[in-house]
């Protein structure tokens, strides 16, 4: 009888003290390249200015894009050699099994390269697919060099790198004024773009508190009391931001995957309770005089009462997305094509706020690839979540339900984001998924119970 693979070792080093040195590099690695490809040290003060003064964030914004042209190739081009190295710490070895379901996420991204020869733009697009291309390197290149459990940690340090220092450029600029009305986290990155890093830290720290559930702590400094600081610090910045979707979507995809570990009908009734108590909350806030229902509704929309209705602004930005389609309904514009920057500056004209993307992933994958690449997104995010799922209730392995979870914040957030969909972060943590998933999913049960995983000990 064939030995069954152990998926969940006592400590994550299994006595390779260097295991936790190349997580550390690792991790490094993947902050450096994400800070030079998309992060700016003040971008808290540009982010005030813009606040106040909605000609400097005009004027300044092809200035801002040239300036980070040769950082965004340094930081892109780290991801890749990142994945190069990873296959070439790997030679000689088979790096994934074969595997149908998981070809869903290669057709969305191989769909988006083809694209490129009836882009509108093809230089525009050239440069998005080389982008695209280097940041699933870079994921492919995580996936390699780390082992299952070490892929949350991996993540978990990277992210809450960029999130301190994002906290130290606010302090050092003197912009770090929660007390104010106005102010929202941004640290060196747009306040969505933390709001995600601060959620996928929390959903990090949520799988690894899975791994120590049982661990009686023994010092404020167990690994459980720091993991647990951690949540608390990231959510709080995460309210800072005043990112409701992705406040909503770490909500979502926490519920999920507390379901998916208990599996019980106790966890079904408890979020059929939560919605009806929800349901019955609103209808009680609505019953109430106006100015108490204000108050509610301040408190509901995390202080960012205006523009609800048209969800700030994305219903007639996505009308006006969806009117320029017509011109090119079955192809699409191009994978990056459609953003230009005369495209962006006319839509800050009309909606005096500058859209640099069509806040949702199924928008801009609708007019950037057609109804064909925005059909390749869902088959890729269903597909892949159905596996990790499936791969986790054979394996029990957590590394697996954080995929679950990231694709589950994916499917959510995307619908008035698309991080996930451009950029370097969002497809960085889906090419992870994709590639952990490919590298490690068996077809055998396990039934070995978890055992806790240190890093400090207790």
Known sequence: MPTKPNLNP???????????LLVFLISVWVASGIAMASLRW?????????????????????????GLNKWLILGYSSLALLGICGVAWNRGKTLFKPDIALLAPFALWGWCSVSLFWSVDPSLSVRRIAHLIMAVMGGLGVSLFLRRR??????????SYLVLIGVIAELYHGTFTPWRGYYRFSGVGHSNETALFCAVVIIASRMLLLLDQDAVSKSIFSQRNITIMIIVVAFVLLLLTKSRTTLLSLIAALL??????????????????LVSFGSFVGLMIASLPTSVANTFFGVATVGR?????????????????LKDMEQYPITGYGYGAYWTTKRVEDFAQLFHWEPPNGHSIYIDALVETGPLGASFVLLALGATFLIGLNYYRQSQDVAALFTVAIVCLATIHGVAESSFFKGC????????SVFFLWQNRVSEPITKPLEPQRFVES
């Open 305 to 321: 009462s205006d523009h609800v209705a048209s969800l700030t602004g994305r219903l007639p930005l996505w009308g006006e997305i």
């Open 425 to 432: 972060v969002g497809p960085l943590l889906l090419s992870t």
């Open 150 to 159: 070490e892929v949350p940690w991996a993540i978990l340090l990277s992210l």
């Open 42 to 66: 003040d971008w808290s003060v540009e982010a005030l200015l813009q606040q106040f003064d909605y000609d400097f964030k005009e004027n300044k914004l092809e200035e801002q894009r040239e």
């Open 10 to 20: 006592t400590t994550l080093s299994d006595s390779q003290p260097t295991r936790w």
């Open 256 to 273: 999920f995957t507390q379901i998916a570990v208990s599996r019980s009908v106790g966890a079904w009734m408890i979020l059929t309770g």
